[in-house]
């Protein structure tokens, strides 16, 4: 395997959530939709809001790297749920699924060779793939570890941790 190969494994490898991090199934897996919108004391987001915000933040880095035409939502307003807690259970599915199904892409996009890691975006100001990748893989990690403290607090721990 060549140094190209090997290093698109290892970014298709932390994408997933593995390595040193819990993955963002399993941070979710579990959770009583009764407790997405409880409050804990000194920290400032439910696990909605958590989960909205990863959705979000990965689906936007995704579309600046596959679409010139992407215009970000605002930051930070658009970044965050206002509401506490999803409507109904579809509402919080649909942000699982789709935070799946977009880290999907991303991974898709970090694996296809024809995609060059390196060569800036024309659309951006240096961003490449590679470096969006590892934005996509620590934001992940930085804000599943909050949900995973979250889950703790509410007495609600993620199974095996």
Known sequence: MNEDAKLREQLAFHLSGHGAHIDFDAAVEGLSFSLTGKRVPNLAHTAWQLVYHLRIAQWDILEFCRNPGHVSPEYPS???SKAAAPSNEEQW???I????EDLQAMIGLVRDTGNDLFVPFAHGSGQNLLREAILVI???SYHIGQLVDIRMLLGAAV???
């Not at 699924?97 to 799946?100: D, K, M, P, Q």
């Open 78 to 80: 658009g970044y965050w």
């Open 138 to 140: 620590d934001h992940n």
């Open 159 to 161: 199974r095996d941790w």
């Open 93 to 95: 599915q649909g942000v």
């Open 97 to 100: 699924a789709s935070f799946r």
